[in-house]
Nanobody, 122 residues
């Protein structure tokens, strides 16, 4: 069993900052890519940022220059530092991870967290 647990969400004023964390636990042999997605009310889930095992990262155009994704491989944790937040960043943020559960696993499985709410409002 693998669990991803997000934390760090909350309410912030426009222009403010928040840092999200997502820790993976359970049966984990190796983690490949980790990422953050978000889903605003009435909209589809969209990719925000992702980072591979070599720390190469990619961002949605809407967050480039404002958000930074990072990871701590020893702690099986991925972070999302969000700055210059805008009302349109309001959403439930989900993390995911591509995980090989055991050394014998022949393919990776994508796991998802349950999400953390970020609200940007004055």
């Amino acid at each position: 069993q693998v669990q991803l647990v997000e934390s760090g969400g909350g309410s912030v004023q426009p222009g403010g900052s928040l840092k999200l964390s997502c820790a993976a636990s359970g049966s984990i042999f190796r983690i490949n890519a980790m990422g953050w997605y978000r889903q605003a009310p009435g909209k589809e889930r969209e990719l925000v940022a992702q980072i591979d095992s070599g720390a190469r990262s990619d961002y949605a155009d809407s967050v480039k220059g404002r958000f930074t994704i990072s990871r701590d491989n020893a702690a099986n944790t991925v972070y999302l530092q969000m700055s210059s937040l805008k009302p349109e960043d309001t959403a439930v943020y989900f993390c995911n991870a591509e995980i090989f559960p055991t050394r014998q696993s022949s393919y990776e499985i994508t796991y998802w967290g349950k999400g953390t709410l970020v609200t940007v409002s004055s």
